[in-house]
T-cell receptor, first 114, second 114 residues
């Protein structure tokens, strides 16, 4: 069973640029959630995708957007990067079954905005 | 406004003793609670969970207790082992872990002393 993978591991961008982060779900999972973890904080929910549609969203501005593909992999796009966007971005996959669905996390992408 | 609070940033426990990690929440709509463990450079790993209809759940060395009236939960690890040294996150959900994602605390760094 393949776990959740994310790419790239690290990247550095400058303020105002755009970035795309990628996530491959665990085999058999159909739901992907993205979280932002700033230094010294817990992960904060950005949004969730189920069957290629955004299924829920946390308190993040529209410049944070995403996609889910037919194979359930996902992308997180951030436009007009700000210094405060520097964080660890975590992807989590789960299988929606109608009851509580445990989320399995990837190792994360460390984004630094200069 | 933090809805999930872990008030101890760090905790040091001797190997073989009991580790008790605490978590408080403010949102009475939370109906599912989870504990995740995180090593450096890895994503959070699910440890144990509890539904709001229960007050205790046990899995091997790990037990989670839920006190709904006090809006408090705790994770007990007995006996503590060196491999338990990690950051532990308390998380909660008000939608069965669905579209609203998980709400995390800031984490407690557990250090197991030999």
């Amino acid at each position: 069973e393949t776990g959740v993978t994310q790419s790239p591991t690290h990247l550095i961008k400058t303020r105002g640029q755009q970035v795309t982060l990628r996530c491959s779900s665990q085999s058999g999972h159909n739901t992907v959630s993205w979280y932002q973890q700033a230094l010294g904080q817990g992960p904060q929910f950005i949004f969730q995708y189920y069957r290629e549609e955004e299924n829920g969203r946390g308190n993040f501005p529209p410049r944070f957007s995403g996609l889910q593909f037919p194979n359930y992999s996902s992308e997180l796009n951030v436009n007009a990067l700000e210094l405060d966007d520097s964080a660890l971005y975590l992807c989590a996959s789960s299988l929606a079954t109608g009851v509580y669905n445990e989320q399995f996390f990837g190792p994360g992408t460390r984004l630094t905005v200069l | 406004d933090q809805q999930v609070k872990q008030n101890s940033p760090s905790l040091s426990v001797q190997e073989g003793r009991i580790s008790i990690l605490n978590c408080d929440y403010t949102n009475s709509m939370f109906d599912y609670f989870l504990w995740y463990k995180k090593y450096p450079a890895e994503g959070p790993t699910f440890l144990i969970s509890i539904s709001s209809i229960k007050d205790k759940n046990e899995d091997g060395r790990f037990t989670v207790f839920l006190n709904k009236s006090a809006k408090h939960l705790s994770l007990h690890i007995v006996p503590s082992q060196p491999g338990d040294s990690a950051v532990y996150f308390c998380a909660a959900s008000d939608s069965g872990g669905g579209a609203d994602g998980l709400t995390f605390g800031k984490g407690t760094h557990l250090i197991i002393q030999p």
